[in-house]
């Protein structure tokens, strides 16, 4: 399924379509939402399906495959984690640089959302500075307070609280 997802979010950032002037600015939102949570779905896969990212000097070790085009007749190998987070990286960080609406909520991958996720990224690979950058610049936001007491144990149900910075919505 996430490669499905993922295939899908290609066809987003590989589409040969030229935005006319009036919707540039949503149609890059909206190619930056897919790099970015393309970033996302390889991050969830090498963390499942590879050793951690300082396993081997480099991370040479084998990671994912790496499916940035459409074609079903592709037998992908695999990439090595160094590969593949870079990936990540360059996938979050065209995200950010395209993203420049605020979305309403939670619910929509924004900059501060690839931001947080990026920050996870260089956590796991014990780039100290690039965590503590990615995380400021989402405190330093302005846009997410904690939530105290009942509000706390509440957040799980409802969703969407003051301190959530990106969620999957799950309904029935």
Known sequence: EAYEAI??????INAEYEAAAGVAADFNQI??????????????????????YTFTA????PGIPIVLVSDV????????????????IDDLTMGMSNMTMTRNGPYFMSD???????????????????????????????????????AYIGQFVTGGSSEAIFELVSTD
């Open 7 to 12: 295939n899908m979010l290609n066809m987003i």
């Open 31 to 52: 190619l930056g939402e897919a790099y970015a949570l393309r970033g996302l779905v390889f991050f969830d896969l090498v963390k499942m399906f590879a050793q951690h």
């Open 58 to 61: 480099g991370a040479s070790h």
């Open 73 to 88: 007749n592709a037998l992908p190998s695999r990439n090595t984690v160094g590969e593949v987070y870079q990936q990540i």
């Open 112 to 150: 501060a959302a690839a931001q947080a996720i990026l920050s996870r990224v260089y956590l796991y690979m014990e780039d100290w500075a690039g965590t503590v950058s990615m995380a400021d610049a989402v405190i330093n936001s302005g846009n997410y307070s904690l939530v105290t007491g009942q």
